[in-house]
């Protein structure tokens, strides 16, 4: 994993949400939570993984849902503040948050309903060993984001403090078939970049939004969209 010193640091950890989730960065967090729930639903006792858990954005939110949730980090410092979040919801299911490493998960085969991996895949070593894993320990679904080759980011990425891989289409779609997954729906977003919207206010952030809505909602732009939420099966 890129990156690592920096994204254990306590700092960071307890700057994380505010930086990236705040201002117009809120239309990111929405959206991102969106696309998971509309890909896993229902969601009410079902077994889930989330690998790179972070600061537990997405395990406290399907938790709350009524699914019993596992949540792994490499990060002590953001389990902590995954830990708070849980400590301050009135949950349905069930939460755990355990440190590990996503390139050799701790569980058993089959071990889990659904598998996801939100803001991680960018940042993988290895990204077939790292879907196989998550194929490893999921008995029916793996669901993850990329960051796109052929989109704004490309501009910027460079300067990211974790860095990221970026991956066209094509070769997503390379990685499911070696690692026997089968695609069930790929959805594209966000053609301005991620940046923009943490960087500005919601007020501002949200005519930017629709614009961006309303073009992406064409299959050409979609080729030039920043993120794609991939959501596959098990063969």
């Known amino acids: 994993m890129k990156g ?15 930086k990236r989730f705040s201002k117009g960065g809120q239309l990111i967090d929405r959206r991102e939570k969106e696309a998971v729930l509309e890909a896993i639903m229902p969601v009410e006792d079902r077994n889930i993984l989330e690998i790179a858990c ?11 849902q009524g699914a019993d949730v ?13 830990r708070t979040k849980a400590q301050h919801a009135d949950l349905e299911g069930t939460l755990e948050f355990l440190r590990g490493d996503a390139g050799r998960l701790p569980f058993p085969d089959d071990h889990f309903d659904t598998v996801i991996a ?3 895949f960018h940042l993988a070593d290895d990204p077939e060993a790292f879907l196989q894993e998550m194929h490893r320990v999921s008995n029916d679904q793996i669901v993850f984001d990329t960051f796109n080759r052929f989109s704004a980011r490309s501009v910027y990425n460079w300067a990211l403090p974790m860095g990221s891989r970026l991956y066209s ?4 779609s390379e990685l499911l078939a070696k690692t026997n997954l089968t695609l069930v ?10 940046g923009l919207y943490r960087a500005i206010p919601n007020a501002l952030a949200s005519p930017i939004r629709t614009l961006d809505t309303t073009i992406g909602g064409h299959s ?3 080729h030039f969209a920043s993120v794609s939420y991939w959501n596959t099966r098990i063969r």
């Open 70 to 82: 596992v949540g792994l980090d490499i990060s002590a410092a953001m389990l902590q503040q995954g």
């Open 220 to 222: 050409i732009p979609d």
């Open 4 to 18: 690592q010193e920096w994204y254990q640091a306590d700092d960071v950890a307890e700057e994380y949400d505010d």
């Open 54 to 64: 972070g600061t537990g954005r997405f395990t406290v939110m399907l938790a709350d």
């Open 185 to 194: 729906d790929v959805e594209d977003d966000f053609l301005a970049p991620y």
């Open 118 to 120: 939100m803001r991680f």
């Open 169 to 172: 289409k094509s070769e997503v």
